[in-house]
């Protein structure tokens, strides 16, 4: 009988931080496929993240994306998958990632998120606060929880290929690993 050990790579960490980006170059550099959890959804639901929030609510969309984020774990290895912004907040994705796969926080300055996510218009938590408080007090929240990744990227003073080489570089180094 052969087990084969090989984990998930798991992206994660705030919104706007480059998570489907460095996940689209890491897959091209690997051969593995990507999965954005967002997108997957959105697909699925066949509306946007910001109409779910709309239509359905917050609460709607997080139970949702608990869902399908733990299937998507459970059913894939040796695949590079993008969380949202605040899905490894949630116990059951936080246990599910820390159980499958080798996750990887990118951690980015702060000043360089609110720049990139003030410009979008898909954002709903932010289109609904529309602020750099609320971004700030996001981020502070939320940094003690992606902290508990396996990996913290620091992401400024590097490009993009810098960062996704390094955490190619850790991904080889651990995927075989109990």
């Known amino acids: 009988m052969v087990i084969y050990l090989t984990k998930n790579l798991v992206l994660l960490g705030m919104m706007g931080v480059g998570k489907t980006t460095i996940g689209k170059i890491l897959s091209k550099k690997s051969g593995l496929k990507f999965i954005d ?3 997957f959804i959105e697909k699925k639901e066949q509306i946007s993240i910001s109409n779910i929030f709309q239509s359905k609510g917050e609460i709607y969309f997080r139970r949702l994306e608990e869902i399908t984020t733990v299937e998507i774990l459970k059913k894939n290895f040796e695949k590079i998958i993008a969380l949202g912004g605040g899905a490894f907040i949630n116990v059951k994705i936080r246990k599910a990632v820390l159980n499958k796969s080798i ?3 990118l951690d980015e300055k702060l000043v360089k998120i609110e720049k990139r996510v003030s410009k979008s218009v898909r954002r709903p938590l932010i289109n609904n606060n529309n602020s750099q408080d ?3 007090k996001l981020f502070n929240e939320r940094k003690k929880i ?8 620091k992401c400024n003073k590097m490009t993009k290929i810098q960062i996704a080489e390094k955490i190619l570089n850790i991904y080889e180094k651990n995927k075989n690993s109990k």
């Open 134 to 136: 609320y971004i700030t």
């Open 103 to 105: 996750s990887f926080w």
């Open 146 to 153: 992606y902290n508990l990744a396996n990996f913290k990227i």
């Open 37 to 39: 959890v967002d997108k």
